[in-house]
């Protein structure tokens, strides 16, 4: 039995659906429509690409991926982990490849904070790295002729007595 409100009858209610109504499509902007219009080309599918990729600094990069290397062969005492400057710029002519085929934009926020600690690293780690073999070194010195030294002699025991 449908219900009647004022003598008309009222439409069963339906739960509505959650989303967009079945059959409805997204629209392209008016802005590639006309774009596509005049070159004569079909609508691309995917996600339209933002301007032009952030361009690396190749010679930057290959002397932070070298300095990187070289601070990590430095600290963990391998020197097989060094590079070349040969490898060093083939690897970032591979990074920047890389990022400009995958759109890879990272903030330039992130990037210089990145380069910073980079850096910082390049020149610091190995100075830390020699202040404390040095002090450890020392203390071992320390320690050693500590341990050498001849025993100090038996003082004669204070006799009471001998004081008048």
């Known amino acids: 039995e449908t219900p009647t409100i004022n003598g008309k009858t009222a439409a069963p209610e339906v739960p509505k659906r959650r989303g967009r109504p079945p059959g409805v499509k997204n629209a392209p902007k008016v802005e590639t429509l006309t774009e596509q219009a005049v070159s004569g080309e079909a609508p691309k599918r995917g996600r339209p690409r933002k301007g032009p990729a952030i361009e690396f600094d190749r010679d930057a990069l290959a002397r932070s991926l070298k300095g990187t290397h070289g601070t990590v062969a430095f600290f963990l005492g391998m020197p097989e982990l060094m590079i070349s400057d040969v490898e060093a710029v083939e690897l970032a002519g ?29 020149v610091y780690v190995p100075r830390v790295v020699k202040v404390s073999q040095r002090v450890r070194a020392q203390k071992l010195a320390r320690k050693s002729a500590v341990d050498s030294a001849p025993p100090a002699p038996d003082t004669p025991a204070h006799d009471s007595s001998s004081v008048n």
């Open 94 to 122: 591979a990074f920047a490849d890389f990022a400009r085929e995958f759109d890879f934009e990272p903030n330039p926020k992130i990037l210089a904070t990145v380069n910073l600690i980079g850096v910082a690293g390049i």
